[in-house]
């Protein structure tokens, strides 16, 4: 089982995202306010909270949502995961649809590090339900059908 680490948000496509504790996931939308929610294969982005915690330890000083991720989620490493996989929390339901992107211009993190987890670990998912998620919630994979 994973645990929402943080919920993070930007209101303008090409800004920092910012964290917040709690948000309204929008069926077919993505996170109410985001600006990179719509109608899209990549409506909310995920991230293990481990893999950042790896990511700093090279000497990172970053913060959550750093590298553009909506969800921060301890207890998953998204990569292993295949496309398809189904998540809960509460009433909300995401279908990840993606794992990693390409990185056409390389971001600040990548410029300083000389690398960036976001490409490689990151994942993408699309609501299938909507519903109120807070931090701490649990997210939970759902048994495929």
């Known amino acids: 089982m994973g645990v929402i ?3 993070c948000i930007s209101e ?3 800004t920092a995202k910012h964290e917040i504790e709690e948000a309204v996931l929008v069926k077919d939308w993505g996170i109410q306010g985001d600006a990179h929610a719509g109608h899209w294969h990549r409506q909310v982005s995920l991230l293990s909270y481990e893999k950042i915690e790896e990511f700093r330890k090279k000497g990172a000083d970053i913060g959550l949502g750093a590298f553009g991720e909506n969800l921060i989620v301890s207890g998953y490493d998204f990569g292993s995961l295949p496309v398809g996989t189904r998540f809960r929390c509460g009433d909300a339901i995401l279908e ?4 990693g992107k390409e990185c056409h211009s390389h971001c600040e993190i990548y410029k300083r590090m000389g690398e960036c987890i976001m490409p490689r670990e990151g994942v993408f998912a699309v609501v299938l339900e909507g519903g109120t998620i807070r931090k701490g919630d649990n997210l ?3 048994e495929m059908e």
């Open 5 to 7: 680490k943080g919920i």
């Open 140 to 142: 939970e994979i759902m």
């Open 12 to 14: 303008k496509r090409g």
């Open 96 to 99: 990840m649809t993606q794992i």
